[in-house]
């Protein structure tokens, strides 16, 4: 295993229907009250101000596959049975996490306090969209860098999606990344603290299937309700 590297990243933008789109708000038929528009501008402003993306990720070395599972150094496994159709053929598992920081969660709470559940339930979703951002550019900047050295790397996928339903390989990957060093920890129930905060994993090696295009959205029960199935 490599030392985990650390990236701030850069602030990314984000637009009125994401954070439409983080709500699971439809607006097809009907455009939104201007009042909402209006509150959901000042929101997003006040969340470009909280915001700080940070990822850190590190290679681990992929051993084997078994039965839904993959075997990474050391005597440590991933379990879903994505894994080894996906990256069974990999030579190493990048393991990523990013985060937008705790900032953004304690101005969330102010707002829950205060009763304004309006700007709570907006601001929580530019949180969601700036995470779902952030995380995206951290792993295409990872998948960047490994295509250069002429090597192939899957789509990325992450414990807590219908595929992969177990949190408990957060463990796993959290003992790789040693993500406490960019303020990251896993509560009781495996979740990240900060709670905007994502992690992911990516096969690379020379010699990988190709899924044409696909991500693991393609391999979740619940694309057609998810509301981030096009963000993350
Ligand atoms: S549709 Fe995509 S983003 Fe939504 S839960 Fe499934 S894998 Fe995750």
């Known amino acids: 295993m490599r030392e985990p590297v650390i990236w701030e990243i850069p602030l990314p933008e984000i637009t009125l229907d994401e954070v439409f789109q983080a709500e699971g708000a439809n607006y097809s038929q009907r455009p939104p009250h201007p009042r909402t528009v209006k509150l959901h501008q000042q929101i997003i402003e006040e969340a470009a101000s909280l915001v700080r993306p940070t990822a850190i990720w590190v290679e681990v070395d992929v051993k084997g596959t078994g039965v839904g599972e993959l075997i990474l150094e050391d005597g440590f496994k991933l379990t879903s049975n994505l894994l080894p159709n996906v990256a069974g053929t990999a030579e190493k598992m990048l393991l990523i996490s990013t985060t937008i920081g705790s900032a953004i969660e304690d101005r969330l709470?102010?707002?829950?306090?205060?009763?304004?559940?309006?700007?709570?339930?907006?601001?929580?979703?530019?949180?969601?969209?700036?995470?779902?951002?952030?995380?995206?550019?951290?792993?295409?900047?990872?998948?960047?860098?490994?295509?250069?050295?002429?090597?192939?790397?899957?789509?990325?996928?992450?414990?807590?999606?219908?595929?992969?339903?177990?949190?408990?390989?957060?463990?796993?990957?959290?003992?790789?990344?040693?993500?406490?060093?960019?303020?990251?920890?896993?509560?009781?129930?495996?979740?990240?603290?900060?709670?905007?905060?994502?992690?992911?994993?990516?096969?690379?090696?020379?010699?990988?299937?190709?899924?044409?295009?696909?991500?693991?959205?393609?391999?979740?029960?619940?694309?057609?309700?998810?509301?981030?199935?096009?963000?993350?």
């Open 109 to 232: 709470t102010e707002y829950k306090e205060a009763g304004k559940m309006s700007e709570a339930f907006a601001l929580d979703a530019c949180a969601t969209a700036y995470v779902a951002k952030a995380g995206t550019i951290a792993m295409s900047r990872v998948e960047e860098a490994y295509h250069r050295k002429g090597l192939k790397t899957t789509f990325p996928m992450g414990p807590g999606h219908s595929y992969w339903k177990g949190l408990e390989d957060m463990q796993v990957i959290f003992h790789f990344l040693r993500a406490e060093r960019i303020g990251l920890h896993l509560n009781d129930s495996n979740l990240i603290v900060p709670r905007k905060s994502v992690a992911m994993v990516m096969g690379v090696g020379h010699n990988l299937p190709d899924f044409k295009g696909k991500t693991h959205c393609h391999f979740c029960s619940l694309q057609k309700t998810c509301p981030m199935s096009q963000a993350v």
